[in-house]
């Protein structure tokens, strides 16, 4: 039998993934990744033949994507800044959102050497590890209630060549006596109500943990909010992801504890309400 090129095997993955109602660009995705190549190298490769052993992982990999795995989980890790992380399903799998996230704290800080920076509810520690890279200068730390996800981050940091100071706890609990120049986060905000109208990929299969919170969605912002004077002193800023429609709420919760303090809600580059400053 003649071996399949790579075109012709993507052109019948795509078809296979369309007609179990996934996304047909999802086949050219898995296979860059599982091979590590550029759009590019695949471009000047497509009529070259396709190495069996190659198909079957892209078969197996595809049998993945319609039973609703995240392609992320599948692989094992995923980009975020410019860098890699891996990802388990005891971590939440990283956004673009959350890379404007990061975006707009290096900004804003950048220009400052020697700053302390607390990223609260790190998961993969996409957030505290990208801050250190970026900002080599910073004292950054990162907490997690999950030990699963802590460990995850441990080996992120140790892939990317990376200190950073993991504590596990909830929210600010474990580093109460501190005080940081910075403290981010990108917390749990969807609400319960929302359960039923997520992609099945990921109320199934990313840690509910990381997702929910009460109250809305508001509860951990709550929290936290009754937490971080605690950590902060007169300069901090604290930098937080939101929910498209939670930004009123979130400024109302901060500003009963720092009434003093400039609050402003960020839009992403969708136009939607994504972040939250205290200045």
Known sequence: MATKTY??????????????GKE????????????????????????????????????????????NHPPQYIIG???????????????????PETEELVAMCLNENNQQANLKVMDVGTGTGAIALTLKREAKNWEVSAS????????????????????????????????????????????????QDEFDVMDVSVREYEPSLALFAENEGLAIYQKLASQVG?????????????????????????????????IRVHKDLFGQDRMVSVH
């Open 77 to 95: 890790s995923c980009e975020f800044y410019g860098a890699r992380f891996k990802v388990t399903e005891n971590t939440l799998i990283p956004r």
């Open 144 to 191: 997690d209630i999950s030990r699963e996800a802590l460990t995850v981050a441990k080996e992120n940091a140790k892939l990317q060549d990376q200190e950073v100071l993991f504590y596990e706890g909830d929210l600010l609990e474990p580093v109460r006596g501190q005080t940081f120049d910075i403290i981010i986060s990108n917390p749990p905000y969807i609400s």
């Open 230 to 262: 605690e950590v902060m002193h007169q300069n901090s800023r604290l930098y937080l992801e939101i929910g498209f429609q939670q930004g009123s709420a979130v400024v109302a919760i901060f500003k009963e504890v720092f009434p003093e303090k400039t």
């Open 7 to 20: 075109v012709e095997v993507l052109k019948g993955a795509s078809s296979f993934l369309e007609n179990h």
């Open 24 to 67: 047909p660009y999802l086949a050219e995705y898995m296979l860059l990744e599982r091979l590590g190549w550029t759009r590019t190298e695949l471009l000047i490769s497509l009529r070259k033949s396709m190495p069996q052993k190659e198909q079957e992982q892209l078969e197996e990999d595809l049998k993945l994507v319609i039973a």
